[in-house]
């Protein structure tokens, strides 16, 4: 008897529970969308290669706002110009906070970084200090020497390797000058590029990287705990990365805290954070873990992203030969006329042909293409669809820039000349063209950003012709993306490149 009553009090219930989920959905307007399976809504039908493809397949299909399910959690996509401003202007306070996720949780010390840190007071003041003093104009030119000197070592290499003939992996040099640069802007440490010590903080660094971009089941499966995390291992990773990322932060705090230590001649963004944490400025406490939090934003945040950047340009260049021999004419003649042999941040401003090119590579590419994610945190409307507090909304940066109303039938085509004919920069206002995104979570790094790609982009086209290896064709190069925040072409770009006289 007792078993009929808990089976029939069990079927009420979860009549009880299907019935009420579906008075609660029709009370909303929810943004169209693809059908959601029970459980598991649309997981089935994501993709791990090219996310910002699928979602624009999407765009076309269901509209320039579309919702879609994992789990119990409704997730909203913007792809046109018009609701990107809405959302990342008009409503921007309501979309300034970050969305729930476990691994950028762990590995944040509990979000007291910058990037992924609930939009509260303490977010404001880290922000002010990161915009006025971390990333602020002086603060960047400080380590221009830094960038440069770090790129004259990447075109020797390359250089050597023209000399036997060799083709060279663009995406491993690549990302070796940015991990050199950042470890110099962060710490002031200067590894040797194939020595252990930086191995050790490669390692690190892709296992962090790799848990910000993982999908956990606990934070769309909420009912079934750490259950999922905790039998696929992803927990079990989790820890292990935090664990190696910890120890290495640490080492870094307490040198800096070492009396002793010989001071470098520039102050590296660890000495800064130093500094507020014996100041205490804000109004919360600021300890040792938000140092640790703070300088892990910068590292991970600083690394990928401008590499993933030239990695795109030489890929697209390489497609587009035309767009190539016009920008290496600009700056051979350029260097040629002054009597120059590298190219530096001062005389890139100057080229107006490679600024457009470094626009239209961070167009046709954006290398965080779905934006890092905001949480609504009020119920509001968008384009008269409603969006209750808590959906996590993404922007596909890659589909706006592609928006026919705004770029034309042939967004697709690598054509730097566009940006002569439409006076738009990537400074966060310009709202069809959103590589660094927009608004108050807008990127902070931006101008350190730009200028970690510039430098060697720029001394790739003066110094060298490149050869695609192998007999390979132009248009068999793969374009594949691989998933994470920032999106790296998933395989590395392999070029064969030749001295130029100049
Ligand atoms: C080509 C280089 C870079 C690109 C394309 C890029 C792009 C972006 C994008 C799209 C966002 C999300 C913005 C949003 O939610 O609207 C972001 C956030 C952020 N970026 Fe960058 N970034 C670059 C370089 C850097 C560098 C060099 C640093 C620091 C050293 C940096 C630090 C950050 C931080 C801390 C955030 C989080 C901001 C917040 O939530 O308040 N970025 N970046």
Redesign the pocket.
């Known amino acids: 008897m007792e078993d009929v009553i808990i089976g029939v009090v069990t079927i009420a219930a979860v009549l009880f529970f299907i019935l009420f989920q579906r008075t609660k959905t029709k009370r909303y307007k929810v943004p169209p969308g693809p059908k959601a399976l029970p459980v598991i809504g649309n997981l089935h039908q994501l993709q791990n290669l090219n996310p910002q493809r699928f979602f624009y397949g999407w765009a076309k299909k269901y509209g320039p706002i579309f919702s879609y399910k994992i789990g119990s959690k409704t997730m909203v996509v913007i792809s046109s110009a018009e609701l990107t401003k809405e959302l990342?202007k008009t409503q921007d306070v309501n979309f300034s906070d970050?969305p729930l996720h476990r691994g950028q949780e762990f590995m944040s010390y509990g979000r007291r970084?910058?990037?992924?840190?609930h939009y509260t007071p303490y977010?404001r003041d880290i922000?002010k200090m990161?915009m006025n003093h971390?990333?602020s104009p002086t603060r960047v030119a400080t380590f221009k020497h830094v960038r440069e000197e770090e790129a004259r070592r990447m075109m020797d290499k390359i250089g050597v390797a023209a000399d036997n003939s060799n083709a060279v992996d663009i995406s491993e040099l690549m990302l070796t000058f940015t991990n050199s640069v950042?470890c110099r802007?962060?710490f002031g440490k200067k590894y040797n590029e194939d020595g252990e010590e930086m191995k050790r903080f490669i390692k690190i660094l892709y296992g962090s990287q790799s848990v910000f971009g993982k999908v956990f089941f606990s934070d769309f499966f909420p009912f079934t705990g750490y259950v999922l995390d905790d039998l696929t291992r992803l927990t079990a990773y989790m820890k292990e990365c935090f664990e190696r990322q910890d120890t290495y932060l640490q080492e870094i705090v307490d040198e800096t805290l070492d009396p002793n230590r010989v001071k470098p001649e520039t102050d590296s963004?660890i000495d800064l954070l130093m500094e507020i944490y014996r100041d205490q400025p804000f109004a919360s406490e600021f300890t040792l873990e938000n140092v640790k939090a703070?300088v892990l934003?910068?590292?991970v945040?600083?690394t990928d992203?401008?590499a993933?950047?030239v990695v795109w340009g030489m890929t697209y260049l390489m497609k587009y030969p035309h767009v190539m021999k016009k920008a290496q004419a600009e700056v051979r003649e350029y260097m040629r006329e002054r009597g120059l042999t590298f190219v530096t941040e001062d005389d890139v401003k100057n080229l107006p042909y490679f600024r457009a090119l470094v626009k239209e590579t961070?167009r046709i590419e954006?290398?965080?293409p779905l934006?890092?994610?905001?949480r609504c945190s009020q119920n509001t409307k968008i384009a008269g669809y409603d969006i209750p507090a808590g959906t996590t909304v993404n922007?596909n940066?890659w589909a706006v820039s592609r928006d026919e109303k705004e770029w034309g039938p042939n967004a697709d085509e690598f054509r730097p000349e566009r940006f002569f004919e439409k006076d738009v920069d990537?400074k966060?206002t310009d709202y069809e063209f959103?590589?660094?995104?927009?608004?108050?979570?807008?990127?902070?790094?931006?101008r350190?950003?730009?200028a970690?790609?510039e430098v060697p982009y720029a001394n790739l086209l003066y110094k060298f012709d490149f050869k695609l290896p192998n007999g390979m064709k132009p248009d068999e190069i793969n374009m594949d993306v691989m998933t994470g925040l920032?999106m790296h072409k998933a395989e590395h770009l392999m070029l064969v490149p030749e001295k130029v006289n100049v």
């Open positions: 990342l970050r970084d910058m990037a992924f840190h977010y922000r990161g971390l990333f950042v802007q962060a963004m703070v934003d910068i590292v945040a600083g992203t401008a993933a950047a961070l954006p290398v965080i934006l890092v994610p905001r922007v940066a990537f966060g959103i590589p660094f995104g927009s608004g108050r979570r807008m990127c902070p790094g931006m350190l950003g730009s970690m790609l920032a």
